[in-house]
Each structure stands twice: as C-alpha cells, then as structure tokens.
C-alpha cells in the first residue's frame, strides 16, 4: 500500500497547476465518492446530496490546499484499491474453503462420518483434531502438512529449550557472579569492621601517647622555666648586663689569657719554693742568720708578687666593667 498520506506536508510548496479546473474537479470528485459512501453506509440515501454539498470544495479555494487534497485523494485512492485486491483474495479463498468444506462434509456424510452421527468418542478426536490444526496453522488434512508442522514445531521447541538452557546458563553465571558478590561484601564488611576497631584501637593508643607526653612536655616545661629562673638569678648575681656581648666576652678572654702568660713565672717561682728542704737541713749546713735573710728575702718577694697578681687581677676587673 501507499503511505505518501502519512507524510503529507502541508507547508511545503504547491504545484503551478494545483488550482487547475481538473485538480479541483478530482478532489471533489474524491469528496463526492466520500460523501456517498457515508451515506450509502448509513443507509439514508437522501443525505449523500447534503454531505456532497458538504465535502465540496468552495468557491475559492487554495492552491496549497488544493494539492494537499489531490496528494490525500491519491493515496486514499491508493489504499482504497490495495484494500479492494486484498478483499477480493480474501473472498475467493474463502468461497474456495466453503467449497472444499461442502465437499469434505458431503463425503463424510456419505461415509456415514458426518459429525453428528459421529458417537462421543470419535467428536472428541475429531475436535482435538481440529484443535491441532488450528494450533498448528494447518489449513487442509494432508499427512504432510501435520508432518511438516510437527517438524517446524519440533525446531521451534529446539530453539526455545536453546534459548532456555542459554538463559539457565546466564541465570547460573549471574548468580554465581551474586554469590561472589555478596562474598565479597561480607569479606569488606569485616574488613570495614576490622578497620575501625584499629582505628578506634590506634587512636586510643595515640591519646595515651599524646597525654603522657604532654604530662612529661609540662613537666619539662616547669623544670626548663625553673632552670632559666636560676640562670637569670645567677648572670644577675655575677654581674650580667645585655651590654656584654660575644665581643666583650672574647675580649676578656684574650685578657685572661694575658694574665696567664704574665702571672706564669710568678708562679713557677712560687711552686720552686714548694720544693725547699726544711728548716733543719739549713740549720745543719748553713748559718741561721743567713738562712732567716733568705726566708725574709723570699717572703718579700712572694708578698711582692701577690700584691702584683692582686693588681693585675683588679686592673682586669676594671677594664672588664669599663
């Protein structure tokens, strides 16, 4: 059939011969069969002439509806005759099936099989037969037609218990593949599960980590605030200002050290004396007044070298506090 009416566009661009006298008499036309197959059908043949008036075009019509029309008319007209060959085949094998069931009932009743002598028994197959036919599609009683539609249904059931042993086979992965799944979530669970209680476990562990070391933290704390406390104490009891820097601290340094290099006969002489026998073995090998003028003598410079070292040392404190 023709399917141009399922596709008509209205909008697209008429034709220059669409408002012609003969395009307009065909669609009326059309419109006039329309109208009396309406009234035929309804049964009021005075109504056609109304409905035609109706369904006619009017005095002016439009070129686009015009050829919209005459496109519709053509594709009505188009099915009209489709519907018309189909009807006619349809008829003619119909009157063919009435002529063969005729016959198939004037030989039956001739054979004494008509189906109302039939008895129960022999209605029922007959019916079940029917019944199989009918299933089967079969339009006659050939052995080879039941053979034939046995075979296709045999194939059809080959291919529906394929399609289901495939579907079994898919329905058997897919629930392999869900108890996999649902092994591996359980597994996850109690991996979340074992997470967490480490995690709670760890975190416990690290707060007593954290609050012990922050316990020892104060307590260094208090003890380095105490310590600072005493050094302050002490570089205020030494005499400390900011002023004394690591310049001045160098300084005095290489100062001692001067003093040092001064003081260090002064007191090799002094260790010398350390080593002196005493006062007897002078008693036996010298005189005693000489030895008393050597012991004087020996203390005046000791006296003289301790007032030296006294003013070095009170040179150096006075040049530090400059």
């Known amino acids: 059939m023709d399917h141009a009416a399922e596709h008509l566009d209205p909008t697209a661009p008429a034709p220059a011969s669409a408002s012609s006298s003969a395009a307009v008499a065909e669609v009326n036309a059309w419109l006039a069969s329309l109208a009396a197959e309406a009234g035929s059908g309804g049964g009021a043949g005075g109504r056609g002439g109304g409905a035609a008036a109706e369904l006619s075009l009017g005095p002016d019509p439009t070129p686009r509806g015009v050829a919209y029309l005459r496109a519709l008319a053509a594709a009505s007209q188009a099915r009209s005759r489709a519907a018309g060959i189909a009807a006619a085949g349809l008829r003619a094998q119909a009157s063919e099936y009435r002529a063969e069931a005729a016959r198939l009932r004037e030989a039956l009743e001739r054979a004494g099989l008509a189906r109302d002598a039939l008895p129960p028994p022999a209605a029922a197959a007959a019916r079940a037969v029917a019944a199989v036919a009918n299933l089967l599609a079969i339009r006659d009683t050939e052995m080879s037609s039941f053979v034939v539609a046995s075979a296709d249904l045999s194939l059809r ?134 030895a008393a003028l050597a012991i004087e003598d020996k203390k005046r410079q000791y006296a003289a070298a301790e007032k030296y070292l006294e003013d070095v040392l009170q040179s150096a404190l006075t040049t530090t506090g400059l």
């Open 157 to 290: 059931r080959a291919e529906v218990e394929e399609k289901r042993d495939k579907v079994h086979k898919e329905s058997k992965a897919l629930l392999d593949y869900t108890r996999k799944a649902i092994n591996k979530l359980t597994e996850l669970k109690k991996m979340l599960e074992k997470f967490k209680n480490d995690v709670e476990k760890q975190q416990a562990e690290q707060m007593t980590d954290w609050q012990t070391k922050l316990v020892m933290m104060d307590s260094k704390e208090r003890q380095y605030i105490l310590q600072v406390s005493n050094y302050k104490a002490m570089l205020n009891r030494v005499g400390y200002t900011p002023e004394i820097n690591h310049g001045v601290l160098m300084e005095m340094a290489e100062h001692k050290k001067d003093l040092e290099r001064k003081t260090k006969p002064i007191a090799d002489t002094l260790r010398s004396y350390q080593d002196l026998p005493p006062m007897e073995s002078f008693a036996n090998s010298w005189d005693k007044a000489l």
